[in-house]
Each structure stands twice: as structure tokens, then as C-alpha cells.
């Protein structure tokens, strides 16, 4: 099991590592050595309590696949370990996220004060679009 947040733990089987070959500068290192990590976490099948599973499927946004897969890249450093520790860092991160549940909004009401300003604001506005008009002549 690997502990990625106080109450989520996972099982190593449900995380894939995927070793693919870094882009941009580094000469022959990145030529040669598949240092950059490709995480994938698939929410819908994990071990995760329900609640959790639908915050995290709500919130995954580009780094999630229409199937519910999450996936992560890192290429930051320059060795595997380094970039696959980074990836799980960050699904920690994204998990820790997702435990909390969302609070809900209480709504409010707009004060007396803030109610006549925009009415002030309007009257304003509509007095400067009334003198931008051209005036027809008396015929």
C-alpha cells in the first residue's frame, strides 16, 4: 500500500509508470535515456471511497481521459526515480485535494449600501450614453 495523503492509501497495482524519453535541451541524456514518467491512475476502478472517486473525476480536468483515467507526466529532473517520485507527489497533492470535501456556499444577500451604488452607476451610465446621442432638429 502507498500512503499518498493522512487517510488515502493505494495500492501499487493500481498505479502504471510509463518511462518515455524527455523533450527539450539536454543533448545526448535525452536522447538516449527514457528519463521522463508517465503516471496513470484510473479513478474509476481505484480503491478510493466513493465520495472521493466523484471530487477527484469532477476536478481531474485535462489531466484526466474521458474513460476516468488520470494521468500525470513529469520531466522535470534528470533520472527516473526523481521524475516518478515527483508524479507521485503530485497525484498526493491532487488525492489530498480530493479528500476534502467542498464546502458549501452560503448565499447572501447584497447590502443597502452596494444596492444604491450600482443604481448610481447605472443612472451614470445611462446618462452619459443619453448625451452621446445625437439630437434631431425642430422641423
Known sequence: MTALHDELTIDPRELEFRFV???????QNVN???TAVELRFDVRRSSLPPPVKARLLKRMGRKGSETGVLVLRSRTYRT?????????????????????????????RPSGASKNRRLQDKKKR??????????????
Open 21 to 27: 524519453r524527455s523533450t527539450g535541451p539536454g543533448g
Open 32 to 34: 538516449k535515456v527514457s
Open 80 to 108: 527516473q526515480l526523481a521524475n516518478r517520485n515527483e508524479a507521485l507527489r503530485r497525484l498526493g497533492a491532487i488525492l489530498q485535494d480530493a479528500a476534502k470535501p467542498t464546502k458549501r456556499r452560503i448565499g447572501t
Open 126 to 139: 445611462s446618462q452619459l450614453k443619453q448625451l452621446r446621442r445625437s439630437r434631431a432638429s425642430p422641423e
